[in-house]
């Protein structure tokens, strides 16, 4: 879910408890604040699961950061066993007083999780977008 996507739900929500506070509709206003509550913490699931980062772009913003030609905020250079070095790119805010290693850690175990063969990661290094 985009941020935008989210805002739209989240105020058509409010809409319906406001209204529902004013007409006196208990279950209608039971249901929007659960629903509320809901849409909030999938939400924050999506976004702000990581304490290294104050926010995560989706998959939909990333294709529009990329198709405006927006520096990604950081890369994290990665180094294998055969020589290969590649660079990855984020577009992630970093919550204030991340350590750089950390990010780093979290990026290689993170590409551990998707390669065939993890060990041959010999280094990640920070580097500044």
Request: negative net charge.
């Amino acid at each position: 879910m985009t941020r935008e996507e989210h805002f739209i739900k989240k105020t058509k929500l409010l809409a319906q408890i406001d209204s529902a506070e004013k007409l006196g509709c208990k279950n209608v206003l039971k249901y929007a604040r659960a629903e509320l509550a809901k849409l909030e913490k999938k939400f924050w699931e999506e976004h702000f699961y990581n304490p290294l980062f104050s926010y995560m772009v989706t998959r939909e913003e990333m294709d529009k950061l990329i198709e405006d030609e927006v520096d990604p905020t950081f890369q994290i250079r990665v180094t294998f066993k055969s020589g290969e070095v590649y660079d990855l790119m984020y577009y992630h805010e970093i919550a204030p007083g991340v350590k750089h290693s950390a990010i780093e850690k979290w990026a290689k175990d993170e590409l551990a999780k998707t390669i065939h063969h993890p060990e041959d990661i010999v280094s990640t290094h920070f580097i500044m977008g």
